[in-house]
C-alpha cells in the first residue's frame, strides 16, 4: 500500500486555536488550551465529578432514555446545553421546545411533541417534524422548513413523542425557530411522510451564546485527490466533532457536461450522486487501528451539489463523507484509506 503525507495541516479551534502551516510532508498544529478543554468531550464512558443542577440531570436522563442519545447525554453533563421549555400549540399538536445542546456544527434542538388523536397515534408510531431556523433578522412568517428530525413514541403514552434534531443559526445570532410541518409515518426507514400536517403556531425566539455549544477541531487539507468512476475528487477540510467526523470533499464539473433544462440538471444531478454513492465503500478513517466507514444515514448521506453560473466553464462541486466521532485529541495515529492509497492525518 501506498503512503501518502499532508502537504498542510492547519487545526483551527473557534476560540483557542492559531492557524500554522506545515512544511511539505508535515502535519502541525497549535492550540492555547489543552487537548480537553479544547475538544470538550471524552469519548470514554462515564462523566468528569461535576455538580448537576436537577434540571441538567433531568434533560441528560431524558436525552439517554427517551432518545438513546448517549452523546448528547454526556455533553449535557459537562455543561453543554441551554434550558428553553416553552410551549406552543396549534389544533391537535401541542410542541414542547425544551432545551438545545451540540457542538457548534451540530446544534441539537430537543422536542416533545402531544398529539391529541388517538385515530393517529394508534396508526403512527414516528412523526417528523420540519422547521424553519432563521437569523431574527431574515424572519419572514411562512417560509418553508429548512431543517427536520424524527421522532418515536413514548413507550409508555402514546400521545407523546421525543423529537431531536440539528438546528440552525442558534448561537450565532438571535433566531426564530418556527414549526411549519409534522409529518406522521410507519417507521423511521421510509421517513416519506404518509400524513403530513402544515402547522403554524407561534415561533420561538432564541438567543444563547456560542460558547453553550461543544467547540469543534477544524483540520484544512491538500494533496489528498482520489478518482472513482473516471471522476476525480479532493479531500480540502475536516471537522472533527462530537457527533461525526465531517470530510469535506470538491470535484470540478465541466460546464459543457450539464444540461440547461431544469429536468436534465436534476437527472444530472442524480447521476453524480450516484457516481459519489458509489465511492463510499473506498473510503475508511481508521483510528488506532480501529476502522469506521461511511456513514449513511438519513441526514448524513453527503449529497453532492454545485450552483450552475452563467459563464463558467467548470463548476466546484461540493459533497461530504460523514464518518463516526473519533476524538483526534486522544487517538495516538488517524489515517484515511482511499482504495490502496493512505493519508497519514496525525
Request: proline share 4%; net charge negative; with cysteine.
Amino acid at each position: 500500500m501506498k503512503k501518502k503525507s499532508l502537504l498542510i495541516f492547519v487545526i483551527v479551534a473557534m476560540f483557542a486555536f492559531a492557524g500554522c502551516a506545515g512544511e511539505k510532508g508535515k502535519t502541525v498544529g497549535t492550540t492555547t488550551g489543552t487537548p480537553s478543554e479544547t475538544r470538550g468531550v471524552s469519548d470514554e464512558k462515564g462523566t468528569p465529578e461535576v455538580t448537576m443542577s436537577p434540571e441538567q440531570k433531568e434533560l441528560a436522563e431524558h436525552l439517554r432514555i427517551a432518545h438513546e442519545d448517549e452523546v448528547s447525554a454526556r455533553l449535557v453533563e459537562q455543561g453543554y446545553y441551554h434550558i428553553v421549555n416553552e410551549t406552543r400549540e396549534d389544533e391537535i399538536f401541542r410542541f414542547d421546545f425544551k432545551a438545545l445542546t451540540g457542538d457548534e456544527e451540530n446544534l441539537m434542538m430537543v422536542f416533545d411533541v402531544t398529539v391529541e388523536d388517538e385515530i393517529l397515534t394508534e396508526m403512527y408510531p414516528v412523526i417528523r417534524l420540519g422547521v424553519d431556523c432563521e437569523r431574527e433578522e431574515n424572519y419572514e412568517p411562512g417560509n418553508w422548513w429548512n431543517c427536520d428530525g424524527y421522532g418515536v413514541q413514548d413507550p409508555e403514552n402514546k400521545k407523546l413523542y421525543h423529537v431531536i434534531m440539528s438546528g440552525y443559526i442558534f448561537g450565532y445570532a438571535p433566531t426564530v425557530a418556527e414549526i411549519c410541518q409534522v409529518a406522521f409515518d410507519v417507521d423511521t426507514d421510509s421517513m416519506n411522510g404518509e400524513l403530513v400536517y402544515e402547522v403554524n403556531p407561534e415561533p420561538y425566539y432564541v438567543d444563547v451564546p456560542l460558547d453553550t455549544f461543544v467547540p469543534v477541531l477544524r483540520g484544512s487539507y491538500s494533496g489528498m485527490g482520489f478518482s472513482c468512476g473516471g471522476r476525480s475528487y479532493e479531500m480540502t477540510g475536516a471537522i472533527y466533532g462530537s457527533y461525526y467526523v465531517d470530510f469535506e470533499i470538491r470535484t470540478a464539473i465541466d460546464a459543457a457536461e450539464v444540461p440547461t433544462d431544469d429536468w436534465g440538471l436534476e437527472e444530472y444531478r442524480e447521476e453524480l450522486q450516484k457516481e459519489w454513492t458509489e465511492a463510499w465503500p473506498d473510503l475508511t478513517l481508521v483510528a488506532d487501528g480501529k476502522e469506521y466507514k461511511v456513514v449513511d444515514e438519513d441526514g448524513k448521506r453527503g449529497y453532492l451539489w454545485f450552483n450552475v453560473e452563467e459563464g463558467k466553464t467548470s463548476y466546484q462541486g461540493y459533497v461530504h463523507a460523514y464518518f463516526p466521532a473519533v476524538d483526534y485529541f486522544k487517538v495516538s495515529e488517524l489515517e484515511l484509506k482511499v482504495g490502496d492509497t493512505i493519508y497519514n492525518l496525525k
